[in-house]
């Protein structure tokens, strides 16, 4: 499975743009880029995935470099809500299945 | 739209004791997974199905863990008997099935298992 490396802690100021990199140097050609966060005591939730190019959605942007070996999710506006361990991770397809391999994440602390 | 249901939200067994968890997925969703979540860790995948059929239950410890999802809606996963090292928070996910490119999983909010 294509690993990834993530900081294991960021901090960034309420209403200022959170940015979560990420390394996947081995991810293959047809591989996703997934990012869930997780509250404290709550599951997962998705928040982004891209291939190639750049995504947008109502939680976050996804910046995929061009050569695909790493990523930043941008948070544009932090906010205390957002406060949780942010994990990428790159889905391995194996047949008609695929899977997600969750690493130790960046934990974001969001501050006043 | 109703999410992932899950139960107990939190069970205290002994070792060597028998615990039971059940997940209802969301309605519609074909892949059905169980994850383990130790403190500190992230989730780490023990079973896929498919409808009602296993996808990949590589890392589930399979001598003393089991999962069935009769009719392909509702799972329980069981853990027959229980170690000190099973203390940990399961999580129950769900996703409408696999397709090129999307593979959004819905989480439970998990059963925390503590074993003493």
């Known amino acids: 499975d294509a690993k990834t490396t993530q900081p294991t802690s960021m901090d960034c100021a309420e209403g200022r743009a959170a940015n979560l990199p990420c390394n996947h140097s081995?991810?293959?050609?047809?591989?996703?880029v997934y990012w869930y966060r997780q509250i404290h005591s709550q599951g997962p939730q998705y928040i982004i995935h891209?291939?190639?190019n750049n995504e947008t959605n109502e939680m976050a942007s996804l910046i995929i470099t061009e050569d695909r070996k790493s990523s930043t999710l941008i948070l544009p506006h932090a906010t205390l809500r957002d406060t949780a361990v942010y994990y990428c991770i790159v889905r391995v397809r194996y047949g008609t299945a695929s899977k997600l391999t969750f690493g130790t994440g960046t934990r974001l602390q969001v501050t006043l | 739209e109703a999410g992932v249901a899950q139960s107990p939200r939190y069970k205290i067994i002994e070792k060597r004791q028998s615990v039971a968890f059940w997940c209802n997925p969301i309605s519609g969703h074909a892949t059905l997974y169980w994850y383990q979540q130790i403190l500190g860790q992230g989730p780490k995948l023990l079973i896929q199905?498919?409808?009602?059929?296993?996808?990949?239950d590589s890392q589930l410890p399979k001598d003393r863990f089991s999962a069935e999802r009769l009719k392909g809606v509702d799972s329980t996963l069981k853990i027959q008997p229980a170690k000190l090292e099973d203390s940990a928070v399961y999580l129950c996910a769900s996703s409408l099935g696999v397709s090129l490119g999307y593979n959004e999983q819905f989480f439970g909010p998990g059963t925390r298992l503590t074993v003493l």
């Open positions: 199905f498919q409808n009602n059929g296993v996808v990949d």
């Open positions: 891209g291939l190639k």
């Open positions: 081995t991810i293959s050609g047809n591989e996703y």
